[in-house]
């Protein structure tokens, strides 16, 4: 399972609509994926929402130790690699990685 910002949110914050849906997701999926740069798109999105900024620094720190999550750490030349890749996709860079 790609985790995107938007499911992370929705796993967070029980007052959005889909919470129980991400949840439920999450936790029935054995494999978990995600990359910095959803990690850094995710605490602007909170910041743009007014939620509590500290919270949602704690939530990523506990999602970069939960054992069933790789965290794919963009570096420049991966980043420049996706670039360069025509018709590719970073989500197929990532699950190549």
Same mark, same amino acid.
């Given at each position: 399972?790609l985790?995107d910002?938007?499911?992370?949110?929705?796993c967070?914050? *029980?007052?959005?609509?889909?919470?129980?849906?991400?949840l %439920?997701l999450?936790?029935?999926? #054995? #494999? !978990? +994926?995600?990359?910095s740069? &959803? +990690?850094?798109?995710y +605490?602007?999105?909170?910041t743009?929402?007014r +939620?509590p900024?500290h %919270? *949602? &620094?704690?939530?990523?720190q506990r999602l970069?130790?939960?054992?069933? =999550? !790789? &965290?794919v750490? =963009?570096? %420049?030349?991966?980043?420049?690699r =996706?670039?360069?890749?025509p018709?590719?996709t970073i989500? %197929?860079v990532l699950? #190549?990685v």
């Amino acid at each position: 399972m790609l985790l995107d910002t938007s499911g992370l949110l929705c796993c967070q914050y *029980a007052s959005e609509n889909l919470h129980l849906t991400a949840l %439920q997701l999450f936790e029935s999926s #054995s #494999s !978990k +994926l995600t990359h910095s740069y &959803i +990690l850094a798109e995710y +605490l602007a999105l909170v910041t743009a929402r007014r +939620l509590p900024r500290h %919270q *949602a &620094i704690l939530f990523l720190q506990r999602l970069q130790l939960h054992p069933m =999550v !790789k &965290i794919v750490w =963009v570096d %420049q030349s991966l980043h420049e690699r =996706v670039l360069t890749l025509p018709g590719t996709t970073i989500r %197929q860079v990532l699950f #190549s990685v």
